[in-house]
């Protein structure tokens, strides 16, 4: 399983950005995949998560109603596309799958992991 994330950069504060993350190596159908972020000096933590099959989302507390994640079955991708960023977005988000569709709400719980993709949100 190979993830690729891209679609990372600087933005001001109210931005928007979309993260890209390939997936390749197998087939997802069964797979739950999520993204991640991690600040300087801080642990990593779940942004949100999407299911291939059913297309259900869960997202944390503090970028609900601003994130969306999406998955494009045709071409193993999923996006998240961020809207109104704030500074403290800042930090390396990563892609991550998980061979269950079996909802994971923790970083612990994704097996395969993308290399990350910087996004700095300037105030």
């Known amino acids: 399983v190979q993830l690729q994330a891209s679609g990372g950069g600087l933005v001001q504060a109210g931005g928007c950005l979309r993260l890209s993350c390939a997936a390749s190596g197998r087939s997802f159908s069964t797979y739950g995949m999520a993204w991640s972020r991690q600040a300087p000096g801080k642990e990593r933590e779940f942004v949100a998560r999407?299911?291939?099959?059913?297309?259900?989302?869960y997202y944390a507390d503090s970028v609900k109603g601003r994130f969306t994640i999406t998955g494009d079955n045709a071409k193993n991708t999923v996006h998240l596309q961020m809207n109104n960023l704030k500074p403290e977005d800042t930090a390396v988000y990563y892609c991550?799958?998980?061979?269950?569709?079996?909802?994971?709400?923790?970083?612990?719980?994704?097996?395969?992991w993308g290399q990350g993709t910087q996004v700095t949100v300037s105030s």
């Open positions: 991550a799958a998980r061979p269950s569709p079996v909802v994971a709400l923790t970083t612990t719980q994704y097996v395969y």
């Open positions: 999407i299911t291939w099959r059913s297309g259900d989302t």
